[in-house]
């Protein structure tokens, strides 16, 4: 199994629509979790944190976490065409600084 | 604020050489950690340097090696390179947390 599993994709909605990106982790006591959007070409950009179980909100972005299920999704509302990227899900497990990044799910927003 | 910068944006080796990147974290930030990104494995940690000091380590063989200087910029080094060295290597910066913000890479291609 790997530590940080997301659907490969791709992912296609239509302008407007929710966007629903799903990322499962090995590591139950993993502290924190984080959503980034790679452009194709570009380096990671980080658009979320998460701590918490719950709800986050920034904008047209919801990031929700689930330690029960091991379990985070990142909500992109309204999807614009800009939004179609890699998104890559990645879990400290430890906070001991070592990263690790599920192999992202690719999205693609037709206008 | 400037963000992390890494040199060259580009290189092209040859099997059995050796290569130095470099990396200029954000101002301020203290961290620095390097991943390699390829289709075939996604990103993956390879080290994190703080205050000049070696902090975590991936799995990956000997060959790749680095150091940080008093003024947080850093170095990766990759000796003896082979075929599947071939990658984006990325460097990320944070100055506390774990929320980290990469730099636009350095594409290397061995021949």
């Known amino acids: 199994q790997k530590e940080v599993e997301q659907n490969s994709g791709p992912l296609s909605v239509p302008e407007g629509a929710i966007a629903s990106l799903n990322c499962t982790y090995s590591d139950r006591v993993s502290q924190s979790f984080f959503w980034y959007r790679q452009y194709s070409g570009k380096s990671p950009e980080l658009i979320m944190s998460?701590?918490?179980?719950g709800d986050k909100e920034d904008g047209r972005f919801t990031a929700q976490l689930n330690k029960a299920s091991q379990y985070v999704s990142l909500l992109i509302r309204d999807s614009q065409p800009s939004d179609s990227a890699t998104y890559l899900c990645a879990v400290n497990p430890r906070n001991n600084n070592d990263m690790r990044f599920g192999a992202g799910t690719r999205l693609t927003v037709k206008p | 604020k400037a963000g992390v910068t890494q040199t060259p944006r580009y290189l092209i080796k040859t099997r059995g050489q050796q290569v130095t990147l470099s990396c200029s974290p954000i101002?301020?930030?203290?961290?620095v950690s390097w991943y390699q990104q390829t289709p075939g494995q996604g990103l993956q940690f390879l080290f994190e340097y703080f205050s000049e000091t070696q902090r975590n380590k991936g799995n990956f063989p000997g060959r790749f090696s680095g150091r940080q200087f008093s003024n947080s910029r850093s170095e990766m080094n990759v000796s003896t390179l082979e075929l599947g060295d071939s990658a984006l290597y990325l460097c990320?910066?944070?100055?506390?947390?774990?929320?980290?913000?990469f730099g636009p890479g350095t594409r290397l291609t061995v021949l």
């Open positions: 990320a910066s944070k100055i506390m947390g774990n929320e980290q913000f």
């Open positions: 998460i701590y918490s179980n």
């Open positions: 101002s301020g930030h203290r961290s």
